[in-house]
């Protein structure tokens, strides 16, 4: 059993912001009242990481933004189940679409508890090593929260204290919030601890940092600064799992290829994750939304084994022996074998598949990250050893692209394999260009959806301050 390090977060962790963030925590005290001590400076870090495994960050409005535009997600269910979540499939929500609207105001929420930790913990007598540590930690995740915002919003105000709320000040720079992103993680990869002891894993590390750092890089297409940063994360010992299913399953949390994992262990206090359960097997195992398409069927390589053991399918028995029953022949049939929870590793105490981690960083995508900015270097023999091991433990042959062109192909569609229903697919279209075309029979329209839209509500309680993004 994974120990646990979630405490019971005793903050009003929005008691720095107005009306439109102020949503009261049940049992809370007072965020004034606390930060006293070094006990409160960690519960006060744990409230961040509890945010994580959040309904906001890791169910329903989380993959209304990175998980159903994409061509690989649909909305899953069946046809009259939520159906409004269509409109994130066919590119017509509006400004005043709750899922937006919710996943906006989740962030922020995030943002807030990173700051609470970031302006009081210092003002606390502790142990000086261990207040180093938190600050490092609120900073990376600080960072994790507002890349989310950038690649889903475009500019967004930056705060980096409690003294303002994020709608008395206008919409910073995409490159103005790539900066702040990079000054965290940067900062806390400096500060944060290689490993942890077992009580505390799911804490980010100094691999997580510079994990997400290579991404980040990755995104504003610095190639050099992508490909360093990832070279450092691989000198650091990381491999892959060689098995595949191995990876995703209880066993294999926390493992080699683990650089940036939630750990979503069910506990007294918070219960579990609903981030398994909205995916699982509708009415076996959950409810069957966010499920894989044809067209994510058919981006697999014949003989790719990732195919059999990312779509799970109704009638089979997967291999740790439950049947999936057929189901409602209404229903969609497939769904995301990588939140899986067997029946005999299920924790019936909170709801089901509550103690599936939540991968964020894998080294296979450091991997990925490394041989596309090799690649746009022109450095094509690093490229191709490295996209060359993410294929071999999919038993697949190595890649036939010899040239940076058809490379540059070969990794994207690397990309979309490995790394399928995690996340990537929508927001790595719009990263590389290719969302106008792959997405067109969607309904994306280019020069608009590239970015969600501001919600109404911050829109009007900005005073004018904010301007929304073009086409909404």
Known sequence: MKKIFLSIAVLTMMSSC???????????TDASNFFKTENDAMLGTNAIYS??????????????????PADDVVKGSNPGDASFINAYDQFTYTTSDEGIRGYWIGQWQAVNRCNQVLTKVPAIEM???????LLAEARMLRAYFYFNLVRIYGGVPILDSLKESYNNIPRSSVD??????????????ADLPQSYGAGDQGRVTKGAALGLLSKVYLYKKDWQKAYDTSNQVIAMGYSLDPDFNHLFRIAGEFGSESVFEVNCECSPQFGGSQYAEVQGVRNQFGWGFFTPSQALENAFEPGDIRKELTILRNGETTPEGDLIAMGDPNSVTTYNQKVYVPTSQNNNACGYG?????????????????????NEMG?????TLNLNKVRTRAQLAATTATNQAALRTAIWRERRVELAMEGDRFVDLVRTGQAATVLASYGFKAGKNELFPIPLDAINQSNGLFTQNPGY
């Not at 142990?127 to 540590?133: D, F, P, V």
């Open 354 to 374: 509550s103690r599936q981690n939540i991968r964020i960083l894998r080294f296979a995508e450091i991997l990925l990250i490394n041989a596309e900015a090799a």
């Open 127 to 133: 142990n000086a090593a261990l207040k180093t540590r």
């Open 176 to 189: 103005e919030v790539y900066n702040f992103i990079i000054s965290d993680l940067t900062s806390a990869a």
């Open 51 to 68: 945010f994580l495994r959040s309904w906001e960050n890791s169910a329903f409005p989380y993959q209304f933004v990175f998980g159903v």
């Open 18 to 28: 107005n009306d439109y963030l102020d949503i009261p925590v049940e049992g809370a």
């Open 379 to 383: 450095n094509i023999a690093t490229a």
